[in-house]
């Protein structure tokens, strides 16, 4: 069992920055896919960036990509999501997961491991 806590969440305005959090499994960093989910309310869950390796590899969803960037600090065994230019569209529960596949993880949305979520809400 992998267990995954996101933390981070808050209310800021629209251009403001946030940083997000989830504390991983000290095996979870290095063995597994990682990535960063949304969902708005009424909306369907929405890929937002995805890491392996370390930041070997990252992926980014073409609307966030140049305002959000995938971390991880292996130290603290921490997985980030550092968020700037934030827009009111940006509002929604972020979901930390994890899982062997990247298939699963980032192509059907299935990963094994699911944070609680943190709510982001950007007022304009």
């Known amino acids: 069992q992998v267990q995954l806590v996101e933390s981070g969440g808050d209310s800021v305005q629209a251009g403001g920055s946030l940083r997000l959090s989830c504390a991983v499994p000290?095996?979870?960093?290095?063995?597994?896919?990682m990535a960063w989910f949304r969902q708005a309310p009424g909306k369907e869950r929405e890929r937002v960036a995805a890491?392996?390796?370390?930041?070997?590899?990252?992926y980014y969803t073409a609307s966030v990509k140049g305002r959000f960037t995938i971390s991880t600090a292996h130290a603290k065994n921490t997985l980030y999501l550092q968020m700037n230019s934030l827009k009111p569209e940006d509002t929604a529960m972020y979901y930390c997961?994890?899982?062997?596949?990247?298939?699963?993880?980032?192509?059907?949305?299935?990963?094994?491991?699911w944070g609680q979520g943190t709510q982001v809400t950007v007022s304009s």
């Open positions: 890491i392996y390796n370390g930041g070997g590899s990252t």
């Open positions: 997961a994890a899982d062997l596949s990247f298939s699963r993880l980032w192509v059907s949305q299935s990963a094994a491991y």
């Open positions: 000290r095996d979870t960093y290095s063995r597994y896919y």
